[in-house]
């Protein structure tokens, strides 16, 4: 069984400060992985997603890779109340039409 | 900026009845999917779907359940014959080979 795993939270971070979120999967055939911010009754927002080894940036996020260890973070400088959300980390396989596999999400509050 | 959109937003319905959800994914997108959330639970894929086919499907995804692009910009999912446990929000996504761009859901109700 495939599957990503997350802490789920909540992880309370003062504005201003880094959020750190943290993604282990288990499937090392995995391609391509992505973040989705998800706020309460919404649908997933995707924020970032990357396909190689080390880190992209994107603004105030930034997507961390590491294939070898399976292991996937998102920073969030500057952090902001709005940012307060559920974090789905998600990963797919080698092909466009493959399906994405979500983790359950790591809870984020930013505190004022 | 375009966005993948669903209708209706809300769907109730009684147990065994059909329930078609539509959605219009962006329009130069050409992978589809459909995933559903049960309250409190975890994003979950149900079918992907690509050059009018079905190229994935889940366990989720069984006869009762059916998908269709019936012209150029419409994509929809049949449940048959709905039960209590397909109470859910169903999510309608699209991509064009990179990420996956959710639209806003339909909340499915059945009682």
């Known amino acids: 069984q495939k599957e990503v795993e997350q802490n789920s939270g909540p992880l309370s971070v003062p504005e201003g400060a880094i959020a750190s979120l943290n993604c282990t999967y288990s499937?090392?055939?995995?391609?391509?992985f992505f973040w989705y911010r998800q706020y309460s009754g919404k649908s997933p927002e995707l924020i970032m997603f990357?396909?190689?080894?080390g880190d992209k940036e994107d603004g105030r996020f930034t997507a961390q890779l590491n294939k070898a260890s399976q292991y996937v973070s998102l920073l969030i400088r500057d952090s902001q109340p709005s940012d307060s959300a559920t974090y789905l980390c998600?990963?797919?396989?080698?092909?466009?039409?493959?399906?994405?596999?979500f983790g359950s999400g790591t809870r984020l509050s930013i505190r004022p | 900026e375009p966005e993948v959109t669903q209708t209706p937003s809300h769907q109730v319905t009684q147990m065994g009845q059909e329930v078609i959800l539509r959605c219009v994914p962006i329009?130069?997108?050409?992978?589809f999917y459909w995933y559903r959330q049960i309250l409190g639970q975890k994003v979950e894929f149900l079918v992907s779907f690509y050059n009018n086919e079905i190229s994935e499907k889940s366990e989720i995804f069984d006869d009762q359940f059916s998908v269709e692009r019936p012209d150029g910009s419409n994509f929809t999912l049949k449940i048959r014959s709905t039960k209590l446990e397909d109470s859910a929000m169903y999510f309608c996504a699209s991509s064009d080979a990179g990420g996956q761009y959710f639209g806003p859901g339909t909340r499915l109700t059945v009682t």
């Open positions: 990357i396909y190689s080894n």
């Open positions: 329009s130069n997108h050409l992978y």
């Open positions: 499937d090392r055939g995995s391609q391509s």
């Open positions: 998600a990963v797919r396989g080698d092909s466009s039409a493959s399906k994405i596999i």
